[in-house]
């Protein structure tokens, strides 16, 4: 699994910088009803990281197939393609240093351009597209640079309030070099006004931290008569330098 | 003024969500075609060294009720201690062994389960031993930022009893928390997420 070729740069040792609680969401949160039962009431025991969390899994390319970001047609029938608005989604993963991640893996999902889920679970009016099954994933190159394309998903509601609805949004999940830098978070577009009153938005205290979470439209990316591009950089936690750590008696 | 530090900060974590499924386990979400499994399935092959082990378990919420739309990665050294990461700079990993699981609690029973190893004990910091462990990490619909805990070995007491970060827990009755019993191969580590039994998490 760990493959050798995803960086020439020399490996990182340090332990990671501490995460700023605050700017994360809190456990409970009960204006997200399903916060309150699933959330932890003690406090967290904080552990500086030891080679368990300073180390983690890393992905190499083999893993990938051609259309893995590829979400308009990697579920699709051949020759046919799935429904909706055509976007290509791209930004760099960077660390909390402002380096360019290599090598992390980026998996992501989402409902399609009615807010459907292609999931057993799921009850939503809203039709299925036969030619969209909602997952992709993909690995940054050398600077941290990531793309992949698919249509627009819908917004959609769900069960909270009586009449709650989720903004359009892509879910993310990544993997940086360490265990401990492991996040799954959300991308929104701008401009939509949903992303206001939604109830998992405002988990986030700050502001500033769901504007970092809303992906800009950049039109200069866009592919003419084919499909607009949305901006979407992700930031992973920095490592402490080891230059000078201290080192106990005898290590 | 002073100088600016130039720091980003870290992108805001968001509940998985219902259909975690979706994007992290396709094949097990019934949506076939896309990957060829699901990462994460396997962990072990016939040449793996260590000491094969079960490790099965639930996450339960408030009301002592198991989440089934959970999903659970794990993370541990192979059966030498050594990590299969680069940032590993030790020795070379098992090949065979990738430490790293990932499995959605099922539907039905709220249950996970996976197959591995017993790992080898790890270095802290300052060069003592820790105790045989295995990371996890939990994520679901309701939990807003992923958690981070350790399940212990509950046949290892001497090295749970010298190991440097159980015995940080100021308080001693939750280190059983942590501590999975064994039965045979399996070790069963059931997850509190409240109540008098929650589960030690960590902020790592
Ligand atoms: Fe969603």
């Known amino acids: 699994m760990s493959d050798s070729q995803i960086s020439n740069r020399k490996p990182e040792t340090g332990a990671f910088f501490q995460r700023d609680r605050e700017w994360h969401p809190q456990a409970y949160t009960p204006w997200y009803k399903t916060s309150v039962l699933r959330s932890p009431q003690k406090a967290l025991l904080s552990l500086d990281n030891t080679l368990s969390e300073i180390t983690g899994p890393v992905f190499g390319h083999n893993i990938l197939g051609e259309l893995d970001n590829d979400l308009i047609t990697n579920f699709a029938k051949p020759g046919e393609m799935a429904i909706g608005p055509r976007i290509i989604v791209y930004g760099r993963v960077l660390d909390e240093r402002g380096k360019g991640v290599p090598g992390a893996l980026l998996e992501f999902w989402q409902a399609n351009a009615g807010g459907r889920y292609r999931h057993r679970k799921e009850g939503y009016v809203a039709p299925l597209d036969p030619n969209f099954g909602g997952c992709g994933r993909t690995i940054t190159d050398e600077e941290g640079n990531y793309s992949f394309r698919t249509i627009q998903p819908g917004p959609y509601p769900w069960p909270n309030g009586v009449n709650d609805w989720r903004p359009a949004h892509i879910h993310f999940s990544l993997f940086g070099h360490g265990f401990a830098q492991r996040l799954i978070t959300q991308m929104y577009f701008e401009g939509d006004s949903l992303i206001w009153k939604c109830p998992i938005v405002k988990t986030i205290n700050d502001r500033a931290a769901i504007e970092g979470l809303t992906a800009a439209l950049d039109m200069n990316a866009t592919i003419p008569m084919d499909s607009r591009a949305y901006k979407f950089d992700m930031v992973l936690r920095g490592r402490r330098s080891t230059l000078f750590e201290n080192r106990m008696e005898g290590n | ?50 000491e094969r082990i079960t490790v099965v378990g639930r996450v339960l919420d408030g009301t002592g009720t198991p989440l089934k739309d959970a999903l659970i990665e794990i993370w541990q050294a192979d059966a030498d201690g050594l990590y299969n990461s680069p940032s590993e700079m030790r020795g070379s990993a098992d090949a065979n062994f990738t430490g790293w699981g990932r499995c959605p609690t099922d539907m039905d029973t709220g249950e996970f389960r996976f197959e591995t190893i017993k790992p080898g004990r790890v270095p802290f910091k300052d060069g003592r031993k820790q105790a045989p462990h295995i990371t996890f990490w939990v994520v679901a619909r309701g939990i807003n930022i992923g958690l981070h805990t350790r399940m212990y070995f509950g046949d290892e007491e001497k090295a749970n009893g010298e190991d440097p970060v159980l015995a940080r827990v100021e308080h001693r009755v939750r280190v059983s928390t942590l501590i999975a019993p064994r039965e045979g191969s399996t070790y069963r580590f059931d997850i509190h997420l409240q109540g008098e039994k929650e589960t030690i998490f960590f902020d790592i």
């Open chain 2, 1 to 50: 003024m002073v100088q600016p530090l130039n720091q980003l900060k870290e992108s805001a974590s968001q509940t998985a969500g219902p259909y975690v499924h979706i994007g992290l386990t396709p094949n097990f979400a019934e949506i076939g075609g896309v990957y060829p499994q699901d990462l994460g399935t396997s962990m072990v092959n016939d040449k793996t060294k260590g």
